[in-house]
């Protein structure tokens, strides 16, 4: 995806294009916020163990092997040795593996990277009838302005003449482990591998790679590979069943095997599997015929193995199993996904983004009550001329949060990751520790909202925002060729920090009121909080928020309450209270249509009035102070009745 990079274009596509295998979310480039939480599924962690007999291997410590050649049309010769720091650069930042590497960079260079082969030299197999390869690969595999970049590794046994495909190299987010099955070119003498790379003729990433070897497998290998089971999970939804995927990493196709797991170390729970057919370097998913039923809440251990390969042992005991720990709670929630977009109407790009953009979030229902997507838009100050009239402090405030430097760019539930139907499914799919709830009204121009929040889990550091935007605009046009602006963020309502909720704790329910008076105006200067349309076009979203690791634990479309707003929005063109919190006076501010009767009453949390004021008031802007300075602090509600019509507000008193 192209972007718009403050304060100039740049290559800068997001470097995890995409989420690995299993729906593991990674950290962004540009994020100084991990979210623990949706590193969702477990990976065996093992080491990973060759065979048992190596047969070549190469570390690339002493930079290009002796006998290694190059086929590169590539003004930087290709792939180069070094550090990982040393073959980087500003948009392909290699992680350093604690070695020296080969890689080929097409974003330093960006030339000609359409063929690059980086070949062995040649290699005696003629001994050999099965031999599988192992290496660490850096690659993306990501799509830039139209481009799409490849790799494979490939073997010849005529000098190079032809080339004939073994794999296509996995991408991933970081250092990934390849494993091959390279039989194929065994009985020759004459044999080279190559990787080849390929940046589809444009500007694109390149390729890293680290400890090759060549080797004789073991008969019998087998690894469990993951485990698809979230960290955190409710007792609601027990019984539990222990699904994933075990990979062969044998010589031997195997038909037979036992499936084990074990909770906290105790007795093996068996599964016996037949009239299999798991080819050496294959996949098999499963599914343990005996679900988990944890009994209480708790963290438990838990442990998962195949044994019995084809009724014979496994030669390979490093790698046989998955270990990992369950946080088991009461319950967790479904979890509706915040979307928020960072875009500009001086930015091409978005201009082109936003509409299949805008069919992804309909299909979801987005800004509905029911939905499980809510979406914000942040508009922002470039690229040049950077007059977008809708950007301000607070949107810049978000921006600054997860370090976005590129637009558009969409976070989402506080991971910046790339936009499709499936990185969507997948967060959504992730349980919430949290339950939220908000509800809203308007009397003309005041605003007023509840939120309701239960923690299901005790959570730290979070904070609540309470985001009001404008529906939809057309009033914001600029350079970029858009006319119609959607989910266009104006302000919070407890400002660019949120409301802190601190520590939450499992069980409890927690509430907030905020209210907020805003100002409508038919052309906002850049920087303004102001609304173009008003409260009829305003939608409410909140969320919360862990601050320490920038999860969006959970969200919420705040449904509009009509409860006798629109009697009294004939009545009275609005009502507000200020200052809120109040010290020593609270003023009822209310703009009458006609002449009317109106009675205040002010009670405590406890239901008990403590203030009444009544009086017959001429139309038009007036006010009703009340007495605050001896009252204790804390929150009270305010009726306001205007000819037998009433309307509540809060306010808060604070001395």
């Known amino acids: 995806m192209l972007k718009y990079n403050e304060p100039f274009s740049q290559h800068n596509y997001a470097q995890f294009h995409s989420f690995l295998l299993n729906f593991h979310f990674q950290k962004h480039k540009c994020m100084k916020k991990l979210l623990l939480s949706l590193t969702a599924l477990f990976a065996a962690t093992a080491a990973f163990a060759q065979g048992q007999s190596t047969i070549y291997s190469w570390d690339f410590n002493n930079g290009m092997p002796s006998g290694w050649s190059q ?64 290496f660490k690969s850096f690659f993306y595999g990501a799509t830039y302005s139209g481009a799409t970049e490849a790799a494979e590794f490939l073997y010849s046994t005529n000098g190079g003449s032809s080339w004939t495909s073994l794999a296509d190299i996995v991408p991933g987010a970081d250092w990934t ?8 070119a065994c009985g020759s003498s004459n044999v080279q591998f190559a990787f080849n790379y390929q940046d589809g003729g444009g500007w694109l990433y390149g390729l890293g790679i680290d400890d090759f070897a060549i080797f004789a497998p073991y008969n019998f290998d087998m690894a469990v590979e993951s485990l698809d089971m979230f960290s955190t999970v409710g007792l609601n939804n027990a019984p539990f069943t222990l699904e994933g995927t075990i990979k ?14 074990s909770i906290n170390g105790g007795t093996a729970v068996t599964d016996n599997l037949t009239g299999l057919s798991i080819a050496p370097y294959g996949t098999y998913s499963f599914s343990h015929s005996t679900n988990w039923n944890p009994g209480s809440t708790g963290n438990y251990d838990v442990d998962i193995w195949a044994s019995a390969l084809n009724g014979g042992n496994d030669q390979n005991n490093g790698n046989d199993t ?21 875009t500009s109407s001086t930015c091409a790009p978005c201009a082109s983004f936003n509409p299949g953009y805008k069919q992804l979030l309909d299909a979801n229902d987005a800004n509905t009550t029911g939905t499980q997507l809510v979406s914000v838009k942040y508009q922002m100050n470039w690229p040049s001329p950077g007059n977008d009239p809708a950007y301000n402090s607070e949107a810049a405030a978000r921006r600054a949060l997860y370090s976005i430097s590129g637009v558009p760019d969409v976070v989402y539930s506080g991971a910046n990751i790339p936009t499709s139907q499936g990185a969507i499914d997948a967060v959504m799919a992730i349980p919430s520790l949290a339950e939220l709830s ?6 003309g121009t005041y605003i007023q909202c509840d939120v309701t929040a239960e923690a299901l889990a005790d959570l730290s550091n979070v904070s609540l925002f309470m985001a009001m935007i404008e529906k939809e605009i057309s009033h914001n046009v ?13 302000k919070f309502m ?19 009121y905020a209210n907020s008076t805003i100002t409508v105006n038919s052309n906002p200067a850049q920087g303004s909080f102001d609304f173009w349309v008003g409260a009829n076009n305003m939608d409410i979203i909140v969320w919360l928020q862990d601050m320490t690791n920038g999860e969006v634990l959970q969200a919420a479309y705040a449904d509009y309450t009509t409860s006798s707003v629109d009697e009294m929005d004939n009545l009275a063109k609005y009502i507000s209270i200020y200052p809120n919190p109040a010290n020593e006076v ?15 009453n002010m009670v405590n949390a406890m239901g008990q009035t403590v203030l009444v004021e009544a009086a017959t008031l001429d139309a038009g802007v007036q006010k009703l102070n009340l007495n605050t300075a001896e009252l204790s602090a804390g929150l009270y509600f305010v009726n306001v009745n205007v000819n037998g019509v009433s309307k509540t507000l809060r306010v808060n008193v604070a001395h």
């Open 71 to 134: 086929v590169t049309n590539a003004t930087d010769g290709g792939f180069q040795a070094g550090s990982a720091s040393s073959v980087s650069s500003q948009y392909f930042t290699i992680s350093d593996p604690g070695s020296n590497i080969l890689a080929t960079n097409d974003d330093d260079c960006n030339c000609n990277k359409a063929d690059e082969y980086l070949i062995t030299d040649t290699l005696d197999l003629s001994n050999y009838s099965v031999l599988h390869v192992t």
């Open 177 to 184: 482990s390849q494993w091959i099955d390279v039989s194929a």
């Open 248 to 261: 062969n990493y044998g010589g031997t196709t195997i038909s037979s095997l036992t499936l084990n797991y």
């Open 322 to 342: 998955l270990s990992t720990v369950i946080e088991v709670v009461t319950a967790t929630a479904d979890r509706v996904v915040l979307a928020e977009e960072f």
């Open 438 to 443: 908000a509800e809203w009204s308007a009397t």
């Open 478 to 490: 600029q350079t970029n060729g858009e006319t119609t602006f959607y989910h266009v963020f104006r």
């Open 494 to 512: 407890d400002g660019s920090n949120g409301h802190s909720m601190g520590s939450m704790t499992a069980g409890n329910t927690y509430t907030h």
């Open 586 to 600: 609270a003023g009822v501010e209310i703009e009458l249509m006609d002449r009317s009767e109106v009675t205040v």
